[in-house]
């Protein structure tokens, strides 16, 4: 990694841990009344055969690997009327040719306390695995990565939130947060380790109960280890009124400035110039209407955005929608949407997601991205059912056309209380520009036992 660790850098990071730390110690200590009942804890246990082929995702590649893959899971919840602290964590051991040892661990710790007048939230994360196995959202940057590809991707978060005079005149909230993605062994040319802080403050003056006056301030620093020592800066300042038209009718209008600063081996810019942003909100029975206009500077200059959306609480489910266009600082304009349904029945759930969006990809360009995701889980009877995944990616620029296609469908079965048996099979594709597509596969059979203690 380049980041350079200022000394602000270190006292940020260092403050940001040693709240997380204070209010974890803060949720162990709360008293042993009636209401302090531990929710109970959960711990699963599971072992089984994993044949893969081309599992490094090699263009052309048809190696295979069999190994004992053994999972241990363990998650636990304290939850008061003022507190609630989740844990989970967990890791796999594999033995088998070039798959033997301790791998996947990940760690998930979330912590709430809410007063009268003040909510703190904290988490801490960290999660290792398999770069074609690993799921992460687009870097701080906004540029769209593809999660594929050979060689392992460790992920690092914790987050600091802390709210002051809820339900008051005047309010306010304050939110840290570091972000560090490190990459081993991987041969993809978009994939580089890279560490964001972020720092955001917010203050509320509720004026009337039909206006409120919103200040808002944002600094973030970002650093990537692409060869060439990218860093990025940004600041954000911001003044909003939201203003309640009637019962079921909200109007918000904002102006700010946003400073941009891009800082690498080759060059050196500076963009800088106003945001605005407006919107009206229409409530419903069930959800809401949405018209949003924005405008934002990004590391190429000012983008602007105009959308209609849409969110409805079905009977059985939810369902959200937007549709849009986007100019950006190139003269393109593009549309751009997205579509989340969710239903939950007796015996299935369903969620489907679907979106196109328009963003920076990592060298700069306008990218298209489009991306679509099923989850289908189906119970034939109180025993037995099966679950199928999917999702595909493709991101077009100028510079080339990636994607990426992954599929996974899984039978499972209680064999007895508490232990259940699951066999399956995975499909993966990756056709990254200029490389020949690569595709692996993955068979697997697990038995697995679960023990829960209140």
Known sequence: MTFTNTPSKKAALAVLLTLFVTQSVVAQEQGVGADDV???????????????????????????????????????????????????????????SENHGLSAPYFDLNFVNETARTRVTSVLKYDEGDVSSSTYSTASDGSIDIAAGSGSVEQSQAMFGFEGG??????????????????????STTHFDNETLRGEGRVTAHLSPMTSLIFDAMHEEFSKDDGINTERTSDLARISVAQRLDRITVARFGLGHRRMALSSDVKDTKNRGVTATFSL???????????????????????????????????DGQ??????????????VEAIGDLTFRRNLKSDYLAIGVTRRYDINDVGEDEMANRANLMLDHSFDDI????????????????????????????????????????GVRFQVLDEAGEDRAESSRVFLTLSREFSTR
């Open 38 to 96: 531990p929710q109970g804890s959960r711990f699963a246990v599971g072992t089984g055969l994993q044949w893969d082929y081309n599992p490094e995702q090699i263009p052309g590649g048809d190696a295979t690997r069999t190994g004992l893959i053994s999972t241990a899971d363990y998650s636990y919840r304290w939850e008061t009327p003022s507190t609630a602290l989740t844990l989970k964590t967990g890791a796999d051991y594999g033995i088998g």
């Open 166 to 187: 809820v339900d008051m005149p005047l309010s306010y909230d304050l939110t840290a947060q570091w972000r560090k993605t490190d990459f081993s062994d991987s041969i």
């Open 281 to 315: 909100r229409l409530e419903h029975r069930g959800g809401e209407n949405l018209l949003r206009y924005t405008r934002d500077i990004n590391s190429v200059g000012a983008w602007q955005t105009l959308s209609v959306g849409r969110s409805s609480d079905l009977r």
């Open 319 to 332: 369902i959200k929608w937007s549709l849009g266009v986007t100019d950006t600082a190139q003269g393109n």
């Open 384 to 423: 037995s059912g099966i679950n199928v995944r999917f999702s595909a990616t493709a991101l077009s620029a100028l510079s080339g056309d990636d994607a990426q296609y992954d599929a996974r469908v899984a039978y499972r079965r209680d064999v007895m209380e508490d232990v259940s048996l699951e066999a």
